[in-house]
Structures are given as structure tokens and as C-alpha cells.
């Protein structure tokens, strides 16, 4: 079982540019969760998907895209990558919504 | 917008030691509650989740307790050892939200 696996692991984009990261979890969970973690700002959620077909805003979801290809797989997107964007994402998913959560490795990405 | 505050921010203690790591949140509505463990550069992984209808949870050497009367929840940890040095993490939600609110951790050194 790999759990919640995350691509890539690092990345630098230069403002204006786009990029897709991804998600997969094969723990067969419903509910599937975008956060963002920046120093003194504490882990926030962007987007969530509490089952396959649905997604919903969370606390900061301006700037990004999700998109919940089928259960395994949730990704998002920056459409135009802006400094203010640089911040390790954490993929997490659940059996079902609030429920206990699992944490990909996560993405440290930086745009310059 | 309900808070999740953990105080100290950072706690050094000798091995063997027992010890206890506080969370406090603003709202008593709340739905359930989580503790995770972070280590630098991963992701988070969840230790115990204890809903609103509860008072604890245990795992191993680890008891988390919950009093939503006076919006707390701690997390003892018995006889402490060095690998249990990371960052640890709580997280809640409220009744009627999908969206957790993190605190912003303690960082825990337990030395030899």
C-alpha cells in the first residue's frame, strides 16, 4: 500500500506559467483534500472533494483548479502561478468526509 | 472565524519524561478533533482522532483527551524518547463545517 502519493516533489515556476500537481491514493477513500502549509500560517485547505464527482472551496481557494479525475486520483491546478503561491502542498485523503486523515509527502513549490 | 491555538510552541525535555502538549479552540460546537505528527520535510501523519461524543482516545503511549466545555484537548505522551522529536499538530472541525482549522504545532526536541 503506498498510501497518498504525490508528483512531483519539487518544482519551480516562473510567474505566469502553469502546472498541474497530482494525487493518487489507493486506500479506496471517498473524500480526497488539497492543503497549503506556509511558515506562521499553519496548513490550510484549498479545495476538497468529499466524494467522486463533487468538489467544494475550502479556506484559500482563489488562484487554483481542482479536478476529481475518478476516485483514485485528485488533482490541482495553478492556471498562472503567482509569488505569493510559493508554499508546500499536501495532498490528504479520507474514508469519508471529516474523517481521520492520511497526508501525501507533499510538493515544495516555488515561483519566482 | 474559530481559532485552534497550541501553546508552547516549542517544548525541549529529557528522554523518559512524561509530558503533555495542549490544544485550545474557541468554539465548543465542535464536530471532532484530530492530533497529527509532522517531521521536517514530511507530510503529516495521523495519530488520533476523537470525536465530539467522546473524552479520549489512546494508541500506544499516546492518550488524547478532549473537554469541550472548556475548549481543550491535550495529548500525553508516556515516557518520551528521542524519535519522538517532531512537530505536533491538532486540527478541528465545527458542526455544521467540511473545513478543518490547524493549529500551528509545538515542536517537540526530547533529547538523550
Known amino acids: 500500500n503506498a498510501g497518498v502519493t504525490q508528483t512531483p516533489k519539487f518544482q519551480v515556476l516562473k510567474t505566469g506559467q502553469s502546472m498541474t500537481l497530482q494525487c493518487a491514493q489507493d486506500m479506496n477513500h471517498n473524500s480526497m483534500y488539497w492543503y497549503r502549509q506556509d511558515p506562521g500560517m499553519g496548513l490550510r485547505l484549498i479545495y476538497y472533494?468529499?466524494?467522486?464527482?463533487?468538489?467544494d472551496k475550502g479556506e484559500v481557494p482563489n488562484g487554483y483548479n481542482v479536478s476529481r479525475l475518478n476516485k483514485r486520483e485528485f488533482s490541482l491546478r495553478l492556471e498562472s502561478a503567482a509569488p505569493s503561491q510559493t508554499s508546500v502542498y499536501f495532498c490528504?485523503?479520507?474514508?469519508?468526509?471529516?474523517?481521520?486523515?492520511?497526508f501525501g509527502p507533499g510538493t515544495r513549490l516555488t515561483v519566482t | 472565524k474559530q481559532e485552534v491555538t497550541q501553546i508552547p510552541a516549542a517544548l525541549s525535555v529529557p528522554e523518559g519524561e512524561n509530558l503533555v502538549l495542549n490544544c485550545s479552540f474557541t468554539d465548543s460546537a465542535i464536530y471532532n478533533l484530530q492530533w497529527f505528527r509532522q517531521d521536517p520535510g514530511k507530510g503529516l501523519t495521523s495519530l488520533l482522532l476523537?470525536?465530539?461524543?467522546?473524552r479520549e482516545q489512546t494508541s500506544g503511549r499516546l492518550n488524547a483527551s478532549l473537554d469541550k466545555s472548556s475548549g481543550r484537548s491535550t495529548l500525553y505522551i508516556a515516557a518520551s524518547q528521542p524519535g519522538d522529536s517532531a512537530t505536533y499538530l491538532c486540527?478541528?472541525?465545527?458542526?455544521?463545517?467540511?473545513?478543518?482549522?490547524f493549529g500551528r504545532g509545538t515542536s517537540l526536541i526530547v533529547h538523550p
Open positions: 476523537i470525536q465530539s461524543s467522546q
Open positions: 490528504a485523503s479520507s474514508e469519508s468526509e471529516r474523517g481521520r486523515e492520511y
Open positions: 486540527a478541528s472541525i465545527w458542526g455544521g463545517s467540511y473545513i478543518p482549522t
Open positions: 472533494s468529499a466524494s467522486e464527482g463533487t468538489t
